[in-house]
């Protein structure tokens, strides 16, 4: 290296330069943001607006529920699941696939208000919906499921959202 300057004698200084190993590194694992908080409707026997709102004041027809096994709801009738989140900056901003492990009976997935799916085989099977990109802070995922008898009709198992180029669990 040579260095020179108006006032100021020159200055040269030799560097030796030799290869060093590369810096160990992991590949990123793309996001993944389990859906863990549920909320389930009244049964309806007509079908309802998946995209109702829940007042304020309602402490007792929404209950809390966990998506880990089916239930038995009456012949011919609906209910709405709800789970409100935040999604991860790159689902906002790339969209992702939301990953049903399992989904018994009919459905349909609608979010942000926007109809997204519908699931028209009754058989218990998993499900991943593409999610398109959106700058909204939180997220409202409303699953609809309609029962035609006895079975269970209900989430069979857990959900999650991924990126969308990475790999479902």
């Known amino acids: 290296m040579h260095a020179e300057s108006r ?3 020159p200055s040269e200084c030799r560097i030796a330069v030799r290869d060093v190993p590369g810096v160990p590194c992991v590949p990123v694992s793309p996001p993944i943001l389990p859906l863990n908080k549920w909320w389930r409707s009244p049964v309806f026997q007509d079908r309802p607006d998946p995209c109702r709102t ?4 309602d402490q007792n027809s929404w209950e809390p529920v966990s998506v880990v096994s089916a239930r038995p709801l ?4 609906w209910t709405i699941l709800r789970s409100e989140f935040t999604p991860f900056a ?13 989904i018994a009976e009919k459905a349909e997935v609608w979010l942000n ?5 519908e699931k028209t ?4 099977d998993a499900m ?12 409202c995922l409303n699953p609809l499921i309609e029962s035609r ?12 959202l991924s990126h969308s180029t990475g790999a479902a669990l």
């Open 7 to 9: 006032g100021l004698a």
């Open 54 to 57: 829940i007042a304020e004041n």
């Open 74 to 77: 009456p012949e011919h009738s």
């Open 90 to 102: 790159c689902h906002r901003w790339e969209g992702g696939l939301l990953h049903f492990t399992g």
């Open 113 to 117: 208000g926007a109809k997204l799916a």
């Open 121 to 124: 085989d009754p058989a218990d």
């Open 128 to 139: 991943s919906v593409p999610i398109p990109a959106s700058f909204q802070d939180s997220w």
């Open 149 to 160: 008898g006895a079975d269970p009709a209900d989430l069979a198992g857990p959900v999650h």
